[in-house]
């Protein structure tokens, strides 16, 4: 019962899982007011929309794994350029070419910068109460937790529209260049 009870108050505990909801919240509210105008630029039978929102959710996902396993995803890495200094140049180059080209022209960097560290600063407060899982259950657990809220803030866009607190920040949020 006491597991129980230390999991049911992690949000207290760790106040910045919170801070992760909330901002999971908006970036799919945000997100869903981004499909909306795609969906009302384009022709009404167009999927271009629908890929919007796949590519939004694919890149949370990069984004939670890269962030929740980096010393397995760096071991592994490190581990194939060690082979050879060619292989070591190559892929430095092509990820720091296509990372940067990426970068560059990605509109919403700005939304998965901030997702990125809302969720380093919740990894280093479940830390800080020794209560990391172990990798996999992590990465399986911040997923799970990124995407309910997101899918969440993106169900209720429309509702939080007519809300004026809501308004203004998603109007600040469109306009921006």
């Not at 009870?5 to 509210?29: E, H, N």
């Not at 990069?62 to 396993?69: D, E, G, K, N, R």
């Not at 109460?129 to 993106?154: C, D, E």
Request: proline share 5%.
């Amino acid at each position: 019962m006491t597991s129980f009870l230390k999991w049911l108050l992690l949000p207290v505990r760790a106040p910045m899982l919170t801070l992760l909801g909330a901002i999971s919240f908006y970036l799919g509210a945000h997100w869903g007011f981004q499909q909306d105008s795609i969906r009302s630029a384009m022709v009404v039978d167009s999927y271009w929309d629908e890929i919007f929102w796949a590519f939004a959710l694919l890149q949370v996902f990069v984004l939670v794994f890269f962030c929740t396993l980096p010393d397995l995803v760096l071991r592994q890495i490190s581990l194939f350029m060690a082979a050879s200094k060619v292989i070591t140049l190559v892929i430095t180059l092509l990820v720091v070419v296509l990372a940067g080209m990426y970068l560059l022209y990605m509109p919403g960097f700005v939304d998965l910068l901030v997702l990125a560290a809302a969720l380093m600063l919740a990894r280093l407060d479940m830390v800080r109460l020794n209560i990391w899982p172990p990798s996999w259950v992590a990465l399986l657990g911040f997923t799970s937790f990124i995407m309910f809220f997101v899918v969440y803030g993106h169900t209720l866009h429309l509702r939080l529209f007519s809300m004026p607190l809501f308004h203004g920040l998603l109007k600040l949020g469109l306009t921006r260049p």
